[in-house]
C-alpha cells in the first residue's frame, strides 16, 4: 500500500514538473548558482583540517585534525590581530552606531520641508563613493602636505603623515566611516520615526511635556526595536572588519593597530598561498562571530522584547 | 513660563539648523576640495595652505592628462562593460529566483528559501570562496568579475516579497491562456514591478561600479581591469608606472606637483558618473532600504 502511494505521489511531483518545466528551470537555474558560489566554498571549509594543496586537490589531501589552529593560537600575530579587530568594532560601536541616530532625532526635529530634504541629499552622498576612492581621498587628506595636516599645523602641530602612524589608524578609520555612512544609516531610523503616531506628541504637549520629555517617553521607546535589532545585527558581527578598506589605508607601519583577523586572512591566503592555515583563521572568526550574535540575541530576548529570532 | 518655554524651543531650532547645516557641510567639503584642487594650478596650490573656498588659479591639464591615459579609458570601458553585462546576468537570476520562490504551486519552495537564506548567515569565508572560482577555471576571465557575485540574496528576497504582493488572478488568466511562465515573468510581473526593477537594477550596478576587490585577486591581465583597479594603482598605490604614462613630457622636478593634480583630477572622473545618476539613486535607495527594512 504504501509503495503505491509514494509512486502515485513521485508520478504527481514528476507531472507536475513537467507541465511547469519553465519555472523549474529557474529554480535549477538559482539553485545552482547557489550550490556553486556558496556551498561549495562551504564545504572547502574543511581545508581548515587539512594539509591542502592545490595538486592534490580538497578529497585527497590528508587530515591533520586540528593542527592549524593550535597553529594560530600560538601564531605571534594572535593577540595583535584578535585585539585589533575587536577594539575597531568597540570604538565603531560607541562612535558610529550612535552617530546616525542622533543624526536622525535631530533631523526629525527641522519643521521645513526643504532644508530637511537638503541635508538628507547632502549627507547620503558621500555612501555612494566607491570605497576606492574614499581611501584615495584619505590617503590624499591625511598625507604631510595634505589638508588636514595644513590646517592642524595652523594650531601647531607637527607636519606627519598620518596614515604611517600607528597610533592615528583607528581614528583615520572610524571617523571616515561615520563620515561616509552617518546620512546612509540614518534612513532607517527616519523610517521608524515617522511611524510613531502624532497623537501621542499632542497628548503630550497637553501635558504640558517639554522636548526633552518628549524625546525619553515617546521618541526613544517609539524607535527602541529598530536600535536593538540593529544593535544585535551590529554586535553580532563584532568579529568582522571589511578587509577592503584596512587593505587600501595600512601598510607595515600601522600594522600595529591596523592588522585585523581578516587582512591577516587576506596576506597569509591569498599573498602567501597558506590556504588551509588563513581557512582555519576564517573559520574561527567565523564561530566567534556568531557566539556573539547568538548572545546578543539571547540578551535582548531576556530584557527586551526585541530579537532577531 | 510660556514664554520661556517658547524661548528655549527656538533656541534648541537654531542650534538644530546651524549642526545640521554644518553637518552637511562637512560631508560635501571633501569633495569640493578636490573639485576646486582638481582646476587648481599646481604651483599655486602647493603655496597654498589652508582650505580651499574656489580653485587657485585655473587649468584644465590634470583633465587633459587624465582622459589621455589609456590606462584610464580602458579602465572605464571594462567597468562599463562589466556593470552592463553584470546588472543583467544578476537582473536575470535574481527575477528567476524571486518569481519562482514567490509561486506557492512549485514544489519544495519553501525547502529551496531556507536553503537561500542560510547563505545569508553562513559563508566559507575568503578562501574557500577564492579557491572554488579559481577552481572552476574562471580566473583571469572576465566572467569571474561577473558570475561569483551575481546574486544578492537579500535583494532576491527583497524582490519575491514584492512579486507576493501582485494579485494571482492576473497569472492564471494568463496560464488559462496558455502563457508559459517565461511569459508571464517577462509581460506580467516585470512590467508591473518597475519601481523594485529600477531600485534593483541600481543596487547591482552602482556595486559593480564599485566593486574592486574580486577583480583585484582574479585578474592579471591588466586589459581588463575595471576602472576602480586602475584608481587604486592612481591613488593608494602611487603607481609610477601608470604616473609617467600619464605624465610624460612634463618635467622631473614637477612630477610630484603634478602627481597631485592627477589624483585630484582622477578622483573627480571617477566620481561623476555616479553623481549623474545620484538623483535617482537617492529617491529609489531610499524606497529599496525602506521597503528591505519593513519586510525583513
Known sequence: MKDVTRIQKRNIILSDIKRNKYIYIMVLAVVAWYCVFCYAPMYGVIIAFKDYSIGRGIWSSPWIGLRNFVLFFNDINFYRIVKNTLLINIYDIIWGFPAPIIMALLLNEVRKKHFKKAIQTLTYLPYFISMVVVCGIIVNFTSTNGIINQVLASFGFEKTNLLSKSEFFRTIYIGSGIWQNIGWGSIIYMAALTNINPELYESAVIDGAGKWKQLVHITLPGIASTIIVLLILRIGSIMNVGFEKIILLYNPLTYETADVISS??????LLNADYSYSTAIGLFNSVINFLFLVAANWLSKKFTESSLW | MVTRYKFSEKLFSLF??????????VCVYPLLYVVFASFSDPKLLMQHEGLLLSPRGFTLKGYA?????????????????????????????TCFGAYALSRKRVYFAKH????????????????????????LGL????????IPSAIS?????????????????????????????????????????????????????VGMWNSWFNASIFLNDRKAYPIQLILREILILNDKGDMLQVLHGVSAQSED??????????????????????PFLQKYFVKGIIVGSLKG
Open chain 2, 153 to 205: 540574496t537579500w535583494n532576491m528576497i527583497v524582490m519575491r516579497t514584492s512579486f507576493m504582493a501582485l494579485p494571482a488572478s492576473l497569472e492564471e488568466s494568463a496560464r488559462i491562456d496558455g502563457a508559459n511562465d517565461f511569459t508571464i515573468l517577462f509581460r506580467i510581473i516585470i512590467p508591473l514591478s518597475k519601481a523594485i526593477m529600477a531600485v534593483m537594477i541600481l543596487f547591482y550596478s
Open chain 2, 257 to 278: 606637483m603634478y602627481r597631485q593634480l592627477v589624483q585630484y583630477t582622477t578622483i573627480v572622473v571617477a566620481t561623476v558618473p555616479i553623481l549623474f545618476v545620484y
Open chain 1, 264 to 269: 591577516y586572512v587576506y596576506r597569509r591566503g
Open chain 2, 112 to 135: 529551496i528559501l531556507i536553503f537561500i537564506t542560510i547563505t545569508m548567515f553562513f559563508s566559507g569565508g575568503l578562501i574557500p570562496f577564492y579557491l572554488t572560482v579559481k577552481g
Open chain 2, 16 to 25: 538644530n539648523v546651524v549642526f545640521l547645516s554644518f553637518l552637511a557641510l
Open chain 2, 139 to 146: 580566473n583571469n576571465t572576465r566572467w569571474a568579475i561577473i
Open chain 2, 65 to 93: 592628462l587624465v582622459l589621455n591615459n589609456p590606462n584610464i579609458r580602458i579602465g572605464f570601458l571594462n567597468t562599463f562593460f562589466y556593470v552592463i553585462a553584470g546588472t543583467a546576468i544578476s537582473m536575470i537570476l
